[in-house]
């Protein structure tokens, strides 16, 4: 009873009260159905524990086996680890270190205020005043200048500055300050490096090594879609030759070569997408739907009881 | 017979009284009862139309189980494939690779492929051979695997099942697909069975399954992705046919009510669509009535 | 006496056919992508009215108006929606439009940045710049005339709560901190209703869709939409009734996207590689079909019938 009907009833309520608070515009509903929401997230967090648990279950007795291909699991097992550690933000353990800060002294030419950039990275870039105020003609400038920090001239009064690195990951300086003819403001930026989700090693590990991974799977499907083309248009009876005539039109009028071929193809093209696809697909769509909805009231009422053992 | 058909009226009859009384008090309580409605007027066609599903569900239960054979349900060839390629696998002495998709377990696609798991499941357990199962979300990982355990147990073999063989890969879409192809090409398992929701990693999966000269059945109820299946793989399910599969399998008769069910709103919104493709061209005639707008203001 | 040597006998036609070595394929297609990019063909096409009224919605927009902008993608899906997005950024700032950006998607985020310190805060256009004609924008500055609002975990949940309580969702913060009540172009913006307009960028899910499901049947919000070429088809219907303004689907209507802001970039770049990789694709299905008639029974006979003339029996 515990293990198969408690599951089953408590199940059933969840989702009778979330169905319920789409119809139902009552507060306390809605709420509730916020928190099984939230709930329900915080279970998703609580099993990627056990992801990571099986990650290491799958492939660890693979490495010490040196079955097929176990150097390939070493590189999952080691870049998840240094993933996990590059994200942790390491920099805000014992508080976090102040990108810099503008001290505005007295040394300046008379009758002239400065600004001078001391950063702790030259390659830093600066911005005066969001831009307005150019350096060597442009809106920004690096922070060095032949290896000396860079010295600019200001009209006397408030100003702001910007000093960051053009690569993320790094603190950023960013102050007003107040500088009187005469006057010296001088932006100490420090530029600590972070760690953590917009930390510079995890940046660069999505730069340099997911972006490229992720966008060259994607890019296989440009020659997967050729062969499975090659493999599958057959024309093997009447519906597969029309198919295949359409195909050969859409992927005619879906390019720019279409139009030099013959300037109706684009609308032919349209056409076909527009009405007899769209009146196909609007079928599956509309079939689909009421099998989830019976999908979804099926779970709700107990009838399928596969998730939780069986008849 | 006469009199079974009066049984029939009378449900049917108990069944829209119900409805109407239901609907009656809704209604009252959307009039009348405070300033906060306890119904949401706007949404009553929605409410209408699960209500009458649940309806039918029920009447069609107490029907099968008064007579079984009134229930006939069309052959999905991709589905009849499972078993054909499950004992393939055995003979071969390959896996059996099961991909749950790559969405969470709250997506409804998700959730027909793990009660589609328990049954496949069985059928592996009977037929002794193995089962791979890559999932894209530890929670997906953590059903499938009480899934197959059970499955195991129904038929008496708890022993055979390995947790290991449940594997949570990664959520990340290509990463998940980069892990599965690895699996294909170093277990080459004899079938693989797609179902779930997928997107643009449908036909890495299936093309890279198609190298192994494996069996493959792909279904999703994803319309951008159906194509991809029906070109890769060799057997496909298609949209509402992927919900349909557990009660195929089971043939259980609260299952197949609910096929039956699908059947019968089905009908219902065939009506309405040329009830309201009608009243749209004819809305003149009709003193400018938009039952679009009127059943969903 | 001396075994013979066992000889295969020469392969027939259709036999060498049947087994044609699909890296040949793949080569085609790697040759069809890469020429292109080198040697650019340089074909015309003309936008089409989905995306013209793309074009025609943001334009109708007035200065200070504020935009949402919601990016949704992740590397993979740049080469279609990156040229979108720069488009779209120097129509809004020539047209001193106010742009707020959030995202769906955990791995947009740090693109997001990326584009934002190249195309956002920096001038794209000047007046008088080779190739092209149109106004020159300026540079943007952050939390003035952008606002980049981060990204948010809870997809569907996430967009659902956009509708109703944008600021909740953010917890009133802009990523960087900045409570969004000291942004003054956010100052009245506590729904997605309060924008003026919202701009997709999807390419998967959540994304476009369930905007278009979640928030735009609700609330009735004007928005337009870019989406990969695979969800073109599914989202048409949302632009046949009228739920979206304008939809930009793929590569080649970014391309067209960009002809009509007038500064042709990576899309119309990514045009003739279209362009070649679909003939490639439309060979390959041809070349299939010739191997399944040739090597099908009656089939060889058949075409030496039909192009040789041969006698019939």
Avoid at chain 2, 111 to 120: D, T, Y
Wanted: charged letters at 20%; glycine letters at 10%; proline letters at 5%.
């Amino acid at each position: 009873m515990v293990k198969k009907q408690l599951p089953l009833l408590l199940g059933s309520i969840a989702g009778i009260l979330v169905v319920a608070d789409l119809f139902v515009p009552q507060g306390w509903l809605a709420a509730t159905s916020d928190r099984l929401f939230e709930w329900g997230q915080i279970l998703a967090a609580a099993a990627l524990v056990l992801g990571g648990i099986n990650l290491m279950q799958v492939n660890y007795p693979k490495i010490r086996r040196r079955e097929e291909d176990w150097p390939y699991k070493v590189v999952l097992l080691v870049s998840a680890a240094a993933m996990f550690l590059v994200g942790i933000p390491w920099h805000e353990i014992g508080g976090a270190r102040s990108p810099g800060e503008v001290v505005v002294e007295r040394g300046g030419a008379a009758g002239q205020a400065m600004l001078r950039i001391e950063a702790a990275r030259p390659d830093a870039v600066v911005k005066i005043d969001g831009g307005a105020v150019p350096i060597d003609g442009k809106m920004i400038g690096r922070a060095s200048r032949d290896g000396h920090p860079l010295e600019i001239a200001l009209a006397p009064g408030k100003h702001k500055v910007q000093v960051a690195m053009t690569a993320s990951g790094y603190g950023v300086l960013d102050a007003e300050f107040d500088v009187a003819a005469g006057q010296v403001a001088v932006a100490h930026a420090a530029l600590p490096m972070d760690w953590g989700k917009e930390g510079r090693v995890r940046t660069w590990a999505y730069d340099h090594v997911f972006s490229p991974c992720n966008a060259t799977m994607f890019a296989l499907l440009a020659f997967f879609i050729a062969s499975a083309a090659f493999r599958a248009f057959r024309a093997r009876n009447t519906e597969a030759a029309l198919l295949l005539g359409a195909a050969i039109i859409v992927l005619l009028g879906r390019a720019p070569i279409g139009t030099l071929i013959n300037r109706n193809l684009p609308d032919i093209t349209n056409w076909i997408i527009d009405w007899p696809n769209n009146a196909g697909r609007r079928a599956i769509i509309m079939g689909a739907a009421l099998g989830a909805i019976v999908t979804g009231l099926r779970v709700l009422l107990g009838m399928e009881r596969q998730h939780v053992g069986g008849e | 017979m006469r009199g079974s058909r009066q049984q029939q009226i009378t449900e049917i009859a108990i069944w829209v009284a119900g409805i109407l009384v239901v609907g009656g008090a809704v209604g009252y309580g959307v009039h009348h009862l405070g300033k906060t409605a306890w119904f949401n007027a706007d949404l009553w066609f929605s409410a209408v139309v699960v209500i009458a599903m649940a309806a039918a569900v029920f009447y069609y239960i107490r029907r099968i189980k008064r007579d079984p054979e009134t229930i006939y349900v069309r052959r999905i060839p991709g589905v009849d494939a499972i078993e054909e390629a499950v004992g393939r696998s055995t003979e071969m002495g390959r896996p059996v690779l099961y991909v749950t998709g790559v969405e969470e377990t709250q997506n409804i696609q998700t959730v027909a492929s793990l009660l589609i798991l328990g049954h496949v499941a069985e059928m592996i357990a009977e037929y002794d051979t193995d089962i791979k199962v890559a999932n894209a979300y530890p929670l997906t990982m953590v059903l499938a695997e009480e899934i197959v355990r059970q499955g195991y147990a129904n038929v008496g073999r708890s022993d055979a099942h390995r947790p290991e063989n449940v594997m949570f890969i990664t959520p990340e879409q290509f990463a998940f697909a980069a892990g599965v192809n690895g699996l294909i090409l170093r277990e080459r398992p004899a079938t693989n069975i797609f179902l779930g929701r997928f997107f643009a990693e449908s036909l890495m999966l299936a093309e890279t399954g198609y190298v192994t000269r494996a069996i493959q059945i792909g279904g999703t109820a994803e319309i951008t992705q159906l194509p991809f299946f029906v070109a890769a793989c060799d057997y496909a399910i298609l949209g509402e046919e992927l919900y349909a599969v557990s009660a195929y399998l089971s043939r259980e008769p609260q299952l197949l009510a609910q096929l039956k069910s699908t059947d019968l709103i089905k009908g219902l919104v065939i009506i309405l669509i040329v009830a309201g493709a009608l009243s749209a061209t004819f809305s003149s005639l009709f003193g400018g009535f938009d039952l679009a707008a009127w059943l969903v203001p | 006496m001396a075994l013979e040597k066992s000889v295969k006998p020469p392969r027939s036609l259709g036999e060498r056919l049947q087994g044609f070595d699909r890296r040949w394929i793949f080569l085609a297609m790697g040759l069809a992508i890469v020429i292109p990019l080198l040697a650019p063909l340089n074909l015309p096409f003309k936008p089409s009215p989905m995306v013209k009224a793309l074009y025609d919605t943001i334009d109708s927009l007035k200065e200070g108006d504020v935009a949402y902008l919601s990016v949704d993608l992740d590397p993979a899906s740049t080469p279609e929606l990156e040229p979108f997005f720069r488009a779209v950024v120097l129509h809004l700032k020539r047209k001193n439009v106010k742009i707020a950006i959030g995202s769906t998607w955990y791995a947009a985020p740090p693109l997001i940045e990326r584009w934002i310190r190249d195309a956002v805060e920096p001038q794209q256009a000047f007046a008088g710049q080779d190739g092209y004609e149109g106004k020159p924008d300026r540079p943007y500055e952050k939390n003035v005339d952008y606002t980049w609002l981060g990204f948010r975990e809870g997809k569907e949940a996430v967009i659902n709560r956009l509708g109703s309580d944008l600021r909740g969702n953010y917890s009133g913060r802009a990523a960087d901190g900045t409570p969004l009540d000291r942004i003054p172009f956010m100052k009245g913006k506590n729904r997605l209703g309060d924008f003026d307009l919202v701009i997709l960028v999807s390419a998967g899910s959540p994304g476009a869709k369930e905007f278009v499901q979640q928030v735009q049947t609700r609330y009735n919000i004007p928005m337009v939409a870019s989406v990969t070429s695979v969800m073109t088809t599914d989202l048409t219907p949302y632009y046949q009734a009228k739920q979206l303004l304008g939809l930009a689907g793929g590569m080649l209507a970014s391309a067209e996207y960009e002809q009509l802001v007038g500064k042709p970039g990576l899309g119309a770049k990514a045009a003739d590689v279209l362009s070649v990789g679909h003939l490639v694709v439309i060979l390959a299905i041809l070349f299939g079909n010739i191997i399944f008639f040739t090597t099908r029974p009656g089939g060889a006979r058949w075409l030496r019938r039909r192009f040789r003339g041969g006698r019939r029996r």
